[in-house]
């Protein structure tokens, strides 16, 4: 099981952290991934993570700015999101898979997603 929390309302310029808790034994060998999705874009990838090893991948759009990191004792990965832009608006949703790729098909749990609304 995957949750998010950490959404909200946010300045342009502005900062937040987001965060996908993991429970179960089937996420804890996956890699954990964070998609967007908007009414015109569906599941754009953002940024991905490897459960072992901190390998992490980002979106060119993001790189810079978007920091994943995880806590293996907590089992969670935090999505720190910085210098945000109103085009960063949308439902992050956090996703965990075998292939840590960038694909969203290519993950097989998903959390409900956190909404981001950034305002100009």
């Known amino acids: 099981q995957l949750v998010e929390s950490g959404g909200g309302l946010v300045q342009a310029g502005g900062s937040l952290r987001l965060s996908c808790a993991a429970s179960?034994?089937?996420?804890?060998?996956?890699?954990i991934a964070w998609f967007r999705r908007t009414p015109e874009k569906d599941r754009e990838f953002v940024a991905v993570i490897a459960w072992s090893g901190g390998r992490e991948y980002y979106a060119s759009a993001v790189k810079g700015r978007f920091t994943i990191s995880r806590d293996n004792v907590k089992n969670t990965v935090y999505l720190e999101m910085s210098s945000l832009k109103p085009e960063d608006t949308a439902v992050y949703s956090c996703?965990?898979?075998?292939?840590?790729?960038?694909?969203?098909?290519?993950?097989?749990?998903w959390g409900q997603g956190t909404q981001v609304t950034v305002s100009s």
């Open positions: 996703a965990a898979g075998g292939s840590g790729d960038d694909k969203a098909h290519s993950y097989d749990y």
């Open positions: 179960g034994g089937t996420v804890r060998n996956f890699a």
